[in-house]
């Protein structure tokens, strides 16, 4: 199956991939290294949808290739570098009006409830019986 890059244009592609950290194959051999290309739609396809690694389509490798590929790439500081690449191109594209910005977030319910290290006192009186207090 052909890779879908099509979140990447080629000519994004071609002024980030300089940022890329080159890969020299172990003298031990070892499997052939997903495409960086491929990897890097996966990682984007990923932030862009906000799903779980391993839900990302076999078309970008494997979720678990292109998390380990983030993690080396964050570590390697290579995502600062891209994401400034990344505002020129779509700034030479469309223009970005970065006066006004929008910033979007979820809240999601404590696992188990959380844990508290102090008691929490009520916000006000209730005449309900309270097996806390």
Same mark, same amino acid.
């Given at each position: ?32 290294? +997903? ?8 990682? #984007?396809?990923?932030?862009?949808? !906000?799903?779980?690694?391993?839900? =990302? /389509? ?39 009006? +970065? ?8 809240? #999601?319910?404590?696992?188990?409830? !959380?844990?508290?290290?102090?008691? =929490? /006192? ?12």
């Amino acid at each position: 199956m052909q890779a879908n890059y099509s979140d990447v244009p080629d000519e994004l592609w071609d002024r980030v991939k300089q940022w890329i950290p080159l890969w020299r194959r172990s003298p031990r051999g070892g499997p052939h290294r +997903l495409d960086d290309r491929k990897a890097f739609a996966g990682i #984007v396809y990923r932030l862009r949808t !906000g799903c779980q690694w391993d839900a =990302i /389509p076999r078309e970008f490798g494997s979720g678990s290739t292109c998390y380990r590929r983030f993690v080396e790439w964050t570590n390697a500081e290579v995502f600062e570098k891209i994401h400034a690449e990344a505002l020129c191109y779509y700034h030479e594209k469309c223009g970005l009006d +970065l006066e006004w910005a929008s910033l979007d977030s979820a809240s #999601v319910k404590a696992p188990k409830g !959380g844990t508290s290290r102090v008691p =929490i /006192p009520p916000i006000a009186e209730n005449s309900a019986a309270s097996a806390t207090f």
